[in-house]
Every structure is written in C-alpha cells, then in structure tokens.
T-cell receptor, first 113, second 112 residues
Framework: DQQVKQNSPSLSVQEGRISILNCDYT??????FLWYKKYPAEGPTFLIS?????DKNEDGRFTVFLNKSAKHLSLHIVPSQPGDSAVYFC????????????FGTGTQLKVEL | DVKVTQSSRYLVKRTGEKVFLECVQD?????MFWYRQDPGLGLRLIYF???????EKGDIPEGYSVSREKKERFSLILESASTNQTSMYLC???????????FGSGTQLSVL
C-alpha cells in the first residue's frame, strides 16, 4: 500500500518556466515532509522540507507547499534550469518521529532548453 | 560534508549466493538505513539501525539481514540471493535531530 504517491512519473518543462511536482499522501499521521533530488549514478540529496504546522517553506528557487486538508504537497521550482533535470522524491515521517521516512515513487523532471 | 561510502558500485551475483553490501559513514551518525530503489516503486526501506548492534525491520525485510558491529559501518546481507533482489541498493545515515538523510551513491546489484 503506497502511502506516499507521486502520480506523475515524468514531467517536461522549458528552461525559465515553473516546474510543479506533486505528491499525495494517505496517512494523516505524517507530520514532516521532505523533497530529495537524485541524479543518475548518485544517491538522493536533500532539497527542502516542511513541517505539518506550516503551509509553505521557501529556499531560493525552491518552494514547498503543504495542503493538509487535501493531504497534498507540491514542490515549485522557479525558474527551472537544465541542471534541475533529475528524479525528485517526496518523503514523509510519522508523528512521533521514529527513525524512518516513507518515500514516494519519484518524478523524473526534464528541463529543456 | 557527510560522506556515506558504499563499497561497490556494481555487483553481479548468482542465484543462491550469499551477498554482502557494505556501507561506511564518516560523521558519527547514530542512525543508518538500507533502501532499495526500483522503477515505479520508489525507495523502500529494508532495515535500519539506531545504534551499534541495534536493528529494526523496515517495510521489506524479507530475504535480508543486517549487521552493525561498529557505529560507522552498516552491512546488508542477502543470505541466498534471488533474481527478485536485483535492484539499486542505497545506504543512508542521519544524525538524531534533523530528518534529512545522507545517501551513498548506491550499489547496482544484478542477480543472475
């Protein structure tokens, strides 16, 4: 049972435009969410996170939005650059922490010139 | 910068072989994790460890075991490799506080 879902396996965007990557979750006990980026032949690297007590977190070109009522989060990249082409994973942590994150299936972003 | 090193980038093994995947981190992190990445399935947690000699099952532990004899090293063991264990294996570590993980570059394992 996939508790964190990324329904778009791929996304193609022109350079300079906005990229919007979406993530839905089913468990209301998730309290912390993260986005990771993965290039081929490398491990995922942390990009940005948001606590469930917030609805927005911004870091440079990257903004994460959280809609708790809809159990939905999104990552906005503005402006998109060719170097942003990668696989993006969202991840979620249960309330109370514990030691593990649940990851989504990933979205391949391609930023075209 | 945190460095998480996985001993092999590519491995090819035969069905039934015992396989060891090694992972070392250099930041004195308490927590270490093994994930596998498969197309369409994302990253799935196999096992994790929050202290030396401590381990807990993740979401898909069947067919795997782990060993953590030293804080910096976390090994994943496939007791008898099967073709459905062909996958990209990713090790990660994390300190107590923040949730963000630091990943190694991965080991692509092929079981023939």
């Amino acid at each position: 049972d996939q508790q964190v879902k990324q329904n778009s396996p791929s996304l193609s965007v022109q350079e300079g435009r906005i990229s919007i990557l979406n993530c839905d979750y089913t468990n209301s006990m998730f309290d912390y969410f993260l986005w990771y980026k993965k290039y081929p032949a490398e491990g995922p690297t942390f990009l940005i996170s948001i606590s469930s007590i917030k609805d927005k977190n911004e870091d440079g070109r990257f903004t994460v939005f959280l809609n708790k009522s809809a159990k939905h989060l999104s990552l906005h990249i503005v402006p998109s650059q060719p170097g942003d082409s990668a696989v993006y994973f969202c991840a979620a942590r249960f309330t109370g922490g514990g030691n593990k994150l649940t990851f989504g299936t990933g979205t391949q972003l391609k930023v075209e010139l | 910068d945190v460095k998480v090193t996985q001993s092999s980038r590519y491995l090819v093994k035969r069905t039934g072989e015992k396989v060891f995947l090694e992972c070392v981190q250099d930041m004195d992190h308490e927590n270490m994790f093994w994930y596998r990445q498969d197309p369409g399935l994302g990253l799935r947690l196999i096992y994790f460890s929050y202290d030396v000699k401590m381990k807990e099952k993740g979401d898909i532990p069947e067919g795997y075991s782990v060993s953590r004899e030293k804080k910096e090293r976390f090994s994943l063991i496939l007791e008898s490799a099967s073709t459905n264990q062909t996958s990209m294996y990713l090790c990660a570590s994390r300190d107590q506080g923040p949730e963000k993980l630091f990943f190694g570059s991965g080991t692509q394992l092929s079981v023939l």
